[in-house]
């Protein structure tokens, strides 16, 4: 990235006062003063100071946490309990949810400071895919499967974009693929076939499974790049 560049993305210097800094001597690279601004330098590798204190470098961060069940999408602590105290202290004002989770439904729920990635990952333009344990409280029948599969009404006029079902242990369980996110859509979506959700669980994301990420229940992780590579893939439809 260019020097310049790097100095306003830390918001140490805009780019006009970056130049004079540099004329001025004030910027060094590796200890040597930089001459030039638009100089490409490496912002994880490379160590830059502005008046000898170094700039450090914050890079975006993505987490994942398998979310349990009574914890609320909501920094307002009279919903419940917000589920951003199951993330790391350090990480708590620094990250917002990528989209909602309801207080019951557990499972992966991601967290970022790109908001760049959050949009393009719930812009409905981009049919990022989300996985879904559903329990249920009658059996679903293959008649509700076909229905779900071709979209239902989900009141007010709305109808939802073809969904995927697998089947799940028994009858009253299924795995719901939806590309959309609108609100309690999955208890919408079941509800339109006269049934009721009594259990729901995100097992994926934007092709992120919980399993692959071995993520016990409350636990969570940063993304690795090759993970923020397939949801970047994802989002970018
Ligand atoms: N659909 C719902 O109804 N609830 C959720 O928490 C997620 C999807």
Do not use: W
């Not at 009594?198 to 090759?226: D, Q, V, Y």
Request: hydrophobic share 35%; net charge positive; glycine share 8%.
């Amino acid at each position: 990235m260019r020097l310049d560049k790097f100095l306003s993305e830390t918001n140490t210097l805009s780019r006009k006062d970056a130049k004079a800094a540099i004329k001025s001597g004030l910027i060094t690279v590796n200890g040597i003063p930089a001459t030039d601004s638009s100089v490409n330098i490496s912002e994880e590798i490379d160590e830059i100071r502005y008046k000898n204190r170094i700039i450090p470098y914050l890079k975006n961060i993505t987490y994942a946490l398998n979310k349990p069940a009574g914890y609320v999408c909501s920094l307002n602590e009279a919903d419940g309990i917000p589920v951003h105290n199951l993330l790391p202290p350090e990480l708590r004002k620094r990250l917002n949810p990528i989209g909602r989770l309801d207080k019951n439904t557990t499972g992966l729920l991601l967290f970022t400071d790109d908001g760049d990635l959050a949009h393009s990952l719930l812009s409905p333009k981009n049919h990022v895919e989300k996985t879904y344990l559903v329990n249920t409280l009658k059996p679903v029948t293959d008649e509700d499967k076909n229905r779900l599969k071709d979209g239902v009404n989900l009141g007010d006029g709305e109808v939802s974009l073809p969904a995927k079902i697998m089947s799940g242990k028994d009858d009253f369980e299924i795995i719901l693929t939806i590309c959309e996110g609108k609100y309690h859509q999955v208890k919408r979506m079941m509800q339109a076939t006269c049934n009721k959700v009594t259990a729901l669980k995100r097992i994926s994301f934007g092709g992120l499974t919980l399993e692959n990420m071995k993520l016990n229940e409350g636990e969570g992780k940063i993304l690795s790049e090759a993970e923020l590579s397939e949801l970047r893939l994802k989002g970018s439809k």
